[in-house]
């Protein structure tokens, strides 16, 4: 089975921290994506990585950066955090475009509270 | 732009009704892949079904169905003789594989199932 796991399951951090969002996937996946989920919003792409140390500008990704050392490791930094990153983050990976099995898998999530 | 719609929002039924949700996008390529996955309370996303834009053929796995039409772009799904434990925050998805290996997703359905 697909694994994907998430470092912190509930983080509390307060406004100006730097903050680490781990995440590691046991499936070789090509793909790495980071998500946010807020109530009414649905999941939004913060970022995507490709390959390593490749990375890709999702839909809102001011205030985060990410890092991809290795592949099977995906990271998100919230540089300063702030109140309005309060969310729940979602890791997920897949196989890149050119296979058939092009689904993400996600990781049980990181509810980060800033205060 | 792609884009994936569900205008469900909240849906209440009770225990062995039938249940649809409806999941409507927009892309302009030709080669797309849909998804649905499934958000229990636990809060991992759980994958349920992929199905390429070649391949309308509607497809049933136990009390779960879906129905693809291109002609609507919609991919539907549908719980027959619901259980409790259906109770979940439903996404549909969409990517292109010819652009990039995105994933965009709706912003969910909520679905209670009452006893």
């Known amino acids: 089975d697909v694994k994907v796991t998430q470092s912190s399951r509930y983080l509390v951090k307060r406004t100006g921290e730097k903050v680490f969002l781990e995440c590691v996937q046991d499936m070789d ?3 790495m994506f980071w ?3 807020d109530p009414g919003l649905g999941l939004r792409l913060i970022y995507f990585s490709y390959d390593v140390k490749m990375k890709e500008k999702g839909d809102i990704p001011e205030g985060y950066s990410v890092s991809r050392e290795k592949k099977e490791r995906f990271s998100l930094i919230l540089e300063s955090a702030s109140t309005n990153q309060t969310s729940m983050y979602l890791c997920a990976s897949s196989f890149r475009r050119g296979t058939s099995n092009t689904e993400a898998f996600f990781g049980q999530g990181t509810r980060l509270t800033v205060v | 732009a792609q884009k994936v719609t569900q205008a469900q929002t909240e849906i209440s039924v009770v225990e062995k009704e039938d249940v649809t949700l ?3 996008y927009e892309t302009r390529d030709t080669t797309y892949y849909l998804f649905w996955y499934k958000q229990p309370p ?4 759980v994958f349920l079904i992929r199905r390429n834009s070649f391949d309308e053929q509607n497809e049933i796995s136990g009390r779960y169905s879906w129905n693809f039409q291109k002609s609507t772009s919609s991919f539907n799904f549908t719980i027959t003789a619901s259980q409790v434990v259906d109770s979940a925050v439903y ?5 292109e594989p010819n652009r990039d290996d995105k994933i965009i997703f709706g912003k969910g359905t909520r679905l209670h199932i009452l006893p």
């Open chain 1, 35 to 37: 998500y946010r989920q």
């Open chain 1, 29 to 31: 996946h090509e793909n």
């Open chain 2, 42 to 45: 636990s809060g991992e996303l």
């Open chain 2, 91 to 95: 996404f549909c998805a969409l990517s």
């Open chain 2, 22 to 24: 409806d999941c409507v």
